[in-house]
């Protein structure tokens, strides 16, 4: 199994541009969450989606962030316009409720608005 | 709300030495307990997880953790330090208790190795 795949690794932009993280969960699994880690805050969940349906978002941190998941291989995080506090690195995650409660990470995708 | 503490930002032991990272945690509902590692420009990896079964729990790389209810911890150990085990520690807990939801994760202990 490839993993968690996340593109792009490395994203840089100009504040005020879209931007738009993509995630491709392990085949399977049935849970996909996004989370945001930086310095100051440590790991934060943002969204987590369950068959496709956003569950929770209540940590999403404002009406800039939006997720989609319109089918079970493939998942968005967008921010419009970004800010230089988006600065961060984003992963995504995702888990099989039918086999264990561990949840396996993407490599993340480092987020750097100027 | 849940909520993790790890107690130490930095931790610095030397090659051979017992690695002892903590965590406490506080829950309202049985908490299901994970501790993951993270090398550095990488994801997250599982270590070893608590869902309410063993209370002492071994994971990779010969570490272990138990849990212990009555102190709400969840201390991560491991007898003898090796060069490689060098990563930022995080130690999480289960948003609702079952295990189905997002994780709230400490802010992270960076181990250090000492040659």
């Known amino acids: 199994d490839a993993g968690v795949i996340q593109s792009p690794r490395h994203e840089v932009t100009e504040m005020g541009q879209e931007v738009t993280l993509r995630c491709k969960p392990i085949s399977g699994h049935d849970y996909l969450f996004w989370y945001r880690q930086t310095m100051m805050r440590g790991l934060e969940l943002l969204i987590y989606f369950n068959n496709n349906v956003p569950i929770d978002d209540s940590g999403m941190p404002e009406d800039r962030f939006s997720a989609k998941m319109p089918n079970a291989s493939f998942s968005t995080l967008k921010i419009q316009p970004s800010e230089p506090r988006d600065s961060a690195v984003y992963f995504c995650?995702?888990?099989?409720?039918?086999?264990?409660?561990?949840?396996?990470f993407g490599p993340g995708t480092r987020l750097t608005v100027t | 709300a849940q909520s993790v503490t790890q107690l130490g930002s930095h931790v610095s032991v030397s090659e051979g030495a017992l690695v002892l990272l903590r965590c406490n945690y506080s829950?309202?509902?049985?908490?299901?307990l994970f501790w993951y590692v993270q090398y550095p420009n990488q994801g997250l990896q599982l270590l070893l997880k608590?869902?309410?079964?063993?209370?002492l729990v071994k994971g990779i790389n010969g570490f272990e953790a138990e849990f212990k209810k009555s102190e709400t911890s969840f201390h991560l150990t491991k007898p003898s330090a090796h060069m490689s085990d060098a990563a930022e520690y995080f130690c999480a807990v289960s948003s609702r208790g079952g295990g189905a939801d997002g994780l709230t994760f400490g802010k992270g202990t960076h181990l250090i190795i000492q040659p």
């Open positions: 829950s309202s509902v049985p908490p299901y």
């Open positions: 995650a995702s888990r099989d409720s039918g086999s264990s409660y561990e949840q396996y």
């Open positions: 608590y869902t309410s079964a063993a209370t």
